[in-house]
């Protein structure tokens, strides 16, 4: 176990490459959390958050559910960068990265679940723009180590697709399935891609996280302790430390495993330091 706050949702672990520390969120208790060296700390929005991409040292770029924002660590304070379905109230930001080229993926979905509401949307330079439309659960948004590719699910499809990318960053050509996971029992949720191109995914409901092939075969997996495991990010020394939200949403009785943020001190292999955001 990395840290013992119990998230309802937790989500969007983000380790920044300049001040090695690691953020992330619960979605449904509207924080952002982290951990220094003088302990636990969380910043309280008056909305649903995510997700996020570092600016620079002293600031990230935080998803909300009405608006991508400008957050200054030391302070707390946050200003708007841009609207993100501010007239979709029904709506709620989830998962979301930065790409190789300074843009930023962020995913929609609705806050009840159950229909293809949500989208995926790509900020780059000022610009929000609409990627991919009819989104029930957007999760796996990953950059390969090429930079001229992304993944990404819809997460009751059951399938991750691959997506080509210009040289600005923009999605080139159609999206082909890397990873099917029907008849698998597993869901993919968050994900990143590691120094050897393979992707890593969370799998709600399953407790693990999953590495595949760039070739899309399963390779192994890591069992954590949280039953709805949410996403992965690497950090630490050499970015080799593994660690993974969970939640406790739709659990009916959840111990005291469960929403826990966990760590795996050593997965085998680096992952690749998370990409800067221009904004």
Same mark, same amino acid.
């Given at each position: 176990?990395?840290?013992?706050?119990?998230?309802?949702?937790?989500?969007?672990?983000?380790?920044?490459?300049?001040?090695?520390?690691?953020?992330?969120?619960? &979605? &449904?208790?509207?924080?952002?959390?982290?951990?220094?060296?003088?302990?636990?700390?969380?910043?309280?929005?008056?909305?649903? %958050?995510?997700?996020?991409?570092?600016?620079?040292?002293?600031?990230?770029?935080?998803?909300?559910?009405?608006?991508?924002?400008?957050?200054?660590?030391?302070?707390?304070?946050?200003?708007?960068?841009?609207?993100?379905?501010?007239?979709? /109230?029904?709506?709620?930001?989830?998962?979301?990265?930065?790409?190789?080229?300074?843009?930023?993926?962020?995913?929609?979905?609705?806050?009840?679940?159950?229909?293809?509401?949500?989208?995926?949307?790509?900020?780059?330079?000022?610009?929000?723009?609409?990627?991919?439309?009819?989104?029930?659960?957007?999760?796996?948004?990953?950059?390969?180590?090429?930079?001229?590719?992304?993944?990404?699910?819809?997460?009751?499809?059951?399938?991750?697709?691959?997506?080509?990318?210009?040289?600005?960053?923009?999605?080139?050509? %159609? /999206?082909?399935?890397?990873?099917?996971?029907?008849?698998?029992?597993?869901?993919?949720?968050?994900?990143? &891609?590691?120094?050897?191109?393979?992707?890593?995914?969370?799998?709600?409901?399953?407790?693990?996280?999953?590495?595949?092939?760039?070739?899309?075969?399963?390779?192994?997996? &890591?069992? %954590? /302790?949280?039953?709805?495991?949410?996403? /992965?990010?690497?950090?630490?020394?050499?970015?080799?430390?593994?660690?993974?939200?969970?939640?406790?949403?739709?659990?009916?009785?959840?111990?005291?495993?469960?929403?826990?943020?966990?760590?795996?001190?050593?997965?085998?292999?680096?992952?690749?330091?998370?990409?800067?955001?221009?904004?």
């Amino acid at each position: 176990m990395y840290d013992d706050r119990a998230c309802e949702l937790g989500e969007g672990p983000l380790w920044h490459p300049l001040r090695n520390q690691l953020f992330w969120f619960d &979605i &449904i208790g509207s924080r952002l959390l982290t951990r220094t060296s003088e302990g636990p700390r969380e910043w309280q929005f008056d909305e649903h %958050v995510s997700a996020a991409g570092w600016i620079d040292d002293g600031r990230l770029l935080v998803a909300t559910e009405t608006a991508l924002r400008r957050f200054d660590i030391a302070t707390g304070d946050h200003e708007p960068v841009c609207a993100l379905e501010a007239d979709l /109230p029904e709506n709620r930001s989830n998962d979301g990265r930065a790409d190789p080229m300074g843009g930023f993926w962020i995913g929609t979905m609705a806050k009840a679940g159950g229909g293809p509401k949500g989208a995926i949307y790509r900020y780059y330079r000022g610009v929000l723009e609409k990627l991919y439309g009819g989104i029930t659960t957007s999760n796996a948004i990953c950059f390969g180590t090429d930079g001229r590719t992304a993944y990404y699910t819809d997460t009751p499809t059951l399938k991750v697709m691959r997506q080509p990318l210009d040289a600005e960053g923009w999605p080139e050509g %159609v /999206p082909e399935v890397f990873l099917d996971l029907a008849g698998t029992g597993h869901k993919a949720d968050g994900a990143v &891609i590691d120094s050897e191109d393979h992707l890593w995914t969370a799998q709600w409901g399953s407790g693990r996280v999953a590495r595949y092939t760039p070739a899309g075969a399963f390779d192994r997996a &890591i069992e %954590v /302790p949280g039953l709805h495991s949410s996403c /992965p990010a690497f950090g630490g020394a050499e970015l080799r430390t593994l660690y993974c939200t969970s939640a406790r949403q739709s659990i009916e009785a959840p111990d005291a495993a469960q929403g826990l943020t966990y760590v795996i001190a050593d997965a085998g292999v680096s992952g690749q330091a998370e990409h800067q955001v221009l904004a």
